[in-house]
């Protein structure tokens, strides 16, 4: 298994520019989430997913839509990149509900700045 | 709404003494915590998890973390820390239910730094 793997691990945008940042997991789990860190601030909900086909807002969605079209993936997607959404971004899986699928699992994170 | 304070941003403290890092959190509804690890430019792993039961969790690498409902804290300890151990530490809260279900809410971070 490679668990949570995230493309690409690193990108440099100039503001305006979009760009997608794909999330892959093979553990067949049902939610996966977007999350955004910060110096200083932990990590924060972008958008999440509890199954194919359905997308929901977190905390900051401002600036980001996703979509989940294939069980095992989930995009993010950048429309018209801000210096503000310079940032490493990690994505989550959790099995399903319920005892130990209430753990969520992380990938390496993309860092992604914008010019 | 549900959120999470770690007391302290960072925490200094030499090879083989005992460490302690805290975590208070909110909710208005029964909860479900965790710690996580992230070492330097890499995702975060999972050190321990309270869901029920116990209020004393034992987690990997020696950790150990003891919800405390009274004080709404869950505080993580270690009794001999490595050089190794050096790494930021997140305490993080998901509802058991309502709306804030299955989202978690991190805490800003703790980075440990051990020295020799």
């Known amino acids: 298994n490679a668990g949570v793997t995230q493309t690409p691990k690193f990108r440099v945008l100039k503001t305006g520019q979009s760009m997608t940042l794909l999330c892959a997991q093979d553990?067949?789990?049902?939610?996966m989430y977007w999350y955004r860190q910060d110096p200083g601030m932990g990590l924060r909900l972008i958008h999440y997913?509890?199954?194919?086909?359905?997308?929901a807002k977190g905390e900051v969605p401002d600036g980001y839509n996703v979509s989940r079209l294939k069980k095992q993936n989930f995009l993010l997607g950048l429309e018209s990149a801000a210096p503000s959404q310079t940032s490493v971004y990690f994505c989550?899986?959790?099995?399903?509900?319920?005892?130990?699928?209430?753990?969520?699992?992380f990938g390496p994170g993309t860092r992604l700045l914008v010019l | 709404a549900q959120s999470v304070t770690q007391l302290d941003s960072q925490v200094p403290v030499f090879e083989e003494a005992p460490v302690e890092l805290r975590c208070n959190y909110s909710?208005?509804?029964?909860?479900?915590l965790f710690w996580y690890v992230q070492y330097p430019n890499q995702g975060l792993q999972l050190l321990l998890k309270?869901?029920?039961?116990?209020?004393l969790v034992k987690g990997i690498n020696g950790f150990e973390a003891e919800f405390n409902k009274s004080q709404t804290s869950f505080h993580l300890r270690k009794p001999s820390v490595h050089i190794s151990d050096t790494a930021e530490y997140f305490c993080?809260?998901?509802?058991?239910?309502?709306?804030?279900?299955?989202?978690?809410?991190f805490g800003q971070g703790t980075i440990l730094t051990v020295h020799p």
């Open positions: 989550a899986s959790r099995p399903g509900t319920g005892g130990s699928q209430e753990t969520q699992y």
């Open positions: 553990m067949n789990h049902e939610y």
């Open positions: 997913s509890v199954g194919e086909g359905t997308t």
């Open positions: 909710s208005s509804v029964s909860v479900y």
């Open positions: 309270y869901l029920s039961g116990s209020t």
């Open positions: 993080a809260v998901s509802g058991a239910g309502g709306t804030s279900y299955g989202k978690l809410t």
